[in-house]
């Protein structure tokens, strides 16, 4: 750790106050968040003269995880990764510390990369990851252009992934990984549909299961880019959390591999008279189960969630890692263990216990029934008044039916 006079110096250099933290393996200096809070008291990473967001360690340590994962499950010896939006550099170095990788990073800042620098001079990471002064898309093709491919391209910007997309996917060489998170969560849920429709060219709407259906969106829309490019695309993880969307996609090149991944398109369908949730070929405006009028919203992804081996590999990852969010992380890779492989959207038992006019039991009890009847079901990491299930939805609202009868008798 450093001391208080070699800070006084390191500040006088960059000019702004500074503080060291620690976030997995790595010391980074980073903005006093003390010296750039809002009237409210809440630190505000975008008024900092670099930009280092602490909310976003999670993020970083699910991150860590899923490449050392990722190189056991492909075998992989030497794993380079493209961190094109830097800010303080804590992510490229914890690639580098924590995931043996070589780093290449950029940022469009100057003081960011001065300060990123330094983090990596201070983790005695200089000769592991390299920070360079850089327009990201222009750093990603020009690292293509030198034969330089990555395994990862990690894009975690302060808004969409979009403009980043298809050089990320130009980038790479016959096999490798888009890491996308956004935080654009509002237009991605169906609260600003015109935002959705032009942003991410869908069919907007928004369902009552509004978290899954922006994580399914962002996964949709980058397997089209990739598609675009004749790249097939594996969701390999794909979760929501805090206030973003967070998808790992691996692309392989090839026509054929492009045009299966366009089959695990489809629409969401959500009808808000019978609750009904799922997924149909093509537009319809009616209600698969009553004929009501439903809301579509669509084309998204209609696969799993997670690759369940993947997610094994993370947890057993996790057990000797040191992380900044360790009984999160656990908690989030356990949920996603349990759920992801039911492909079919969550339901809010709220919303069918008040079709019902019943009042609401608990989600467990639910998952439980719904498991003795012989159906997979879960609860979800997306809301905790949400369960996935692979029943058929007639049997959904039976079951919760049958448990709001019995709770009222008992009482």
Not at 22 to 33: D, F, K
Not at 142 to 153: E, F, Q, S, Y
Not at 172 to 186: M, N
Not at 208 to 213: V, Y
Request: charged share 25%; proline share 6%; aromatic share 10%.
């Amino acid at each position: 750790m450093l001391g208080r006079e070699t800070l006084k110096v390191i500040e006088e250099r960059l000019g702004y106050p500074v503080e060291v933290i620690e976030e997995g393996s790595v010391h980074v200096i980073v903005p006093r968040r003390d010296a750039y809070r809002r009237p409210d008291g809440v630190y505000e990473p975008a008024w900092a003269p670099v930009f280092y967001n602490p909310r976003m360690a999670l993020n970083r340590d699910l991150s860590i995880l899923f490449l050392r994962a990722y190189r056991q499950l492909r075998g992989l010896e030497n794993v380079v990764v493209f961190e094109p939006l830097a800010g303080s550099g804590v992510r490229a170095l914890r690639y580098a510390v924590e995931a043996d990788a070589t780093v290449y990073a950029a940022d469009l800042s100057p003081a960011a990369v001065r300060l990123a620098s330094l983090n990596a001079m201070m983790n005695d990471a200089s000769e592991r990851v390299w920070f360079f002064l850089s327009d990201a898309n222009e750093f990603m093709a020009k690292l293509a252009r030198r034969g330089t491919r990555p395994v990862l391209v990690d894009i975690d910007p302060f808004g969409s992934p979009l403009p980043f997309l298809d050089i990320a996917i130009e980038s790479l060489g016959t096999r490798g990984v888009i890491a996308a998170t956004a935080t654009d969560t509002a237009p991605l849920s169906g609260t600003h549909p015109r935002a959705l429709r032009r942003k991410y060219d869908v069919v907007p709407g928004r369902t009552a299961w509004e978290k899954e259906q922006a994580v399914r969106i962002l996964a949709g829309y980058i397997i089209r880019r990739a598609a675009a490019h004749e790249y097939g695309a594996r969701i390999l993880l794909a979760y929501y959390t805090d206030y973003y969307v967070r998808v790992f996609a691996e692309l392989q090149k090839g026509a054929r591999r492009a045009d299966e991944s366009l089959e695990r398109l489809s629409y969401g369908v959500y009808c808000p008279i019978c609750n009904y949730t799922g997924y149909v070929d093509e537009i319809s405006k009616r209600c698969p189960n009553c004929g009501a009028p439903a809301i579509i919203v669509g084309p998204l992804y209609k696969g799993p969630l997670c690759e369940r081996e993947i997610v094994e590999l993370m947890l057993r990852e996790s057990e000797g890692a040191k992380l900044a969010e360790k009984r999160r992380v656990e908690k989030l890779l356990t949920m996603l263990l349990d759920e992801c492989s039911i492909e079919k959207p969550y339901y809010r038992l709220d919303k069918i216990c008040s079709m019902l006019h019943y009042s609401m039991p608990k989600p467990v009890e639910v998952v439980e029934a719904l498991r003795r009847k012989g159906f997979q079901a879960a609860r979800t990491h997306f809301d905790p008044r949400g369960f996935k299930t692979n029943a058929p939805h007639n049997e959904v609202v039976d079951t919760v039916l049958e448990i709001a009868v019995q709770r009222q008798t008992r009482e």
